[in-house]
């Protein structure tokens, strides 16, 4: 995984394209903390529960300087780890709690920050794409200024090309896991 982290040097939003059910939590863990010290980590996620996203993120914990986990939803908000900070959006279509619950961590956590957004193929279900593109573009942009990483999981199988494209269109480098991982980013300034 370590080529890819090297392959995305500079970029702060990342889309992984894969399978929704395919292994690429190694590479989350990668875009979380890879290159980064003491990150503060935040996971967003539609799909797993609290102990999911903390279990995934293993050994990488304790060098984490404060982790979060907002679940969206139905999945479970609970986490077996002290100190974690647990936050629910129990309405998945409510973009904009879900917008103001990031927000209001991001901005109030130490920098580093990164952020595990799971996955944008569920929030489809919930949200249209038209506002979801929105929100979508707004969150790439207050990371931006907060200067913040993030990463967003998206099965491709489950859209049409369209959607992939406009919402690669979003951020800075796209990482596709087939038989080899494809990574194709675009000029950072």
């Not at 580093?112 to 573009?137: G, I, K, R, W």
Request: net charge negative; glycine share 6%; proline share 4%.
């Amino acid at each position: 995984m370590a080529s890819i982290a090297d392959d995305l040097d500079g970029a702060a939003s990342v889309l992984v394209k894969a399978p929704s059910m395919d292994g690429d939590r190694d590479l989350c863990t990668t875009l979380l903390t890879d290159g980064v010290a003491s990150p503060s980590v935040l996971f967003v996620t539609y799909t797993r529960g609290a102990g999911a996203c903390l279990e995934g993120l293993g050994e990488a914990a304790a060098d984490a300087r404060t982790v979060g986990v907002i679940t969206v939803g139905d999945a479970s908000a609970s986490a077996d780890r002290e100190g974690v900070e647990t936050r629910t959006v129990s309405t998945p279509s409510d973009l904009t709690g879900l917008g103001i619950e990031i927000a209001d961590l991001v901005d109030a956590w130490p920098a580093p920050v990164t952020v595990c957004f799971d996955s944008l193929t569920a929030m489809l279900q919930y949200v249209d794409f038209e506002t979801a593109y929105e929100f979508l573009h707004t969150l790439t942009g207050q990371f931006h200024a907060a200067d913040a990483r993030a990463h967003f999981h998206l099965d491709p199988a489950a859209h049409d090309a369209a959607t992939v494209a406009a919402l690669t269109s979003l951020v800075d480098a796209a990482v596709a896991l087939e038989d080899e991982p494809v990574v194709r980013t675009r000029d950072v300034p």
